[in-house]
């Protein structure tokens, strides 16, 4: 899920919990007063935010009094942002992060070592799980 950056200031603030009632909800009104108070942003921006924010399912939309609610956790919104970068910059290949990193970061021993330790522990639960027969494909 993409924000553009009037999006993400929208979804920070809600991340951020404080504006919100026991509920977890806000009306859109005190929303955009917030956000006009601390960004500069017109209502009529608020107000188009919103409606992106719930096309896109980030936040849900409730009537009479227009209360928003999140629906998307800051932390599922990162997962699939790194998700979308990861397919888009690296065709969705672990070893082409790894052979972009390696070559362009300056990678110390003792992290390479931690690395390999890291891919072999990966490869002892594949050997335990074929021996349980429990190995998933």
């Known amino acids: 899920m993409e924000f553009s950056d009037g999006e993400l200031l929208v979804m ?7 504006v919100l009632d026991e509920n977890g909800e806000i009306q859109a009104l ?18 188009t935010f919103f409606g992106r924010l719930v096309e896109k399912g980030a936040i849900a939309r409730r009537y009479p ?9 800051r932390e599922d919104a990162l997962l699939n942002k790194q998700k979308e970068a990861f397919h888009k910059l ?3 290949s672990l070893l082409n992060i790894c ?10 021993k003792e992290e390479i070592e931690e690395m390999k330790k ?13 021996k349980d027969g429990n190995k998933s494909s």
């Open 90 to 92: 690296f065709k969705g």
């Open 118 to 130: 890291l891919i072999d522990s990966f490869d002892e639960e594949d050997q335990e799980e074929d």
């Open 30 to 47: 005190a929303l955009s007063k917030i956000l006009m108070e601390k960004y500069d942003i017109s209502k009529t921006s608020c107000y």
């Open 65 to 73: 009094k227009y209360t928003i609610r999140v629906l998307v956790s």
């Open 12 to 18: 920070e603030e809600l991340w951020k919990g404080d």
């Open 99 to 108: 052979k972009t990193f390696l070559q362009n970061e300056e990678v110390t």
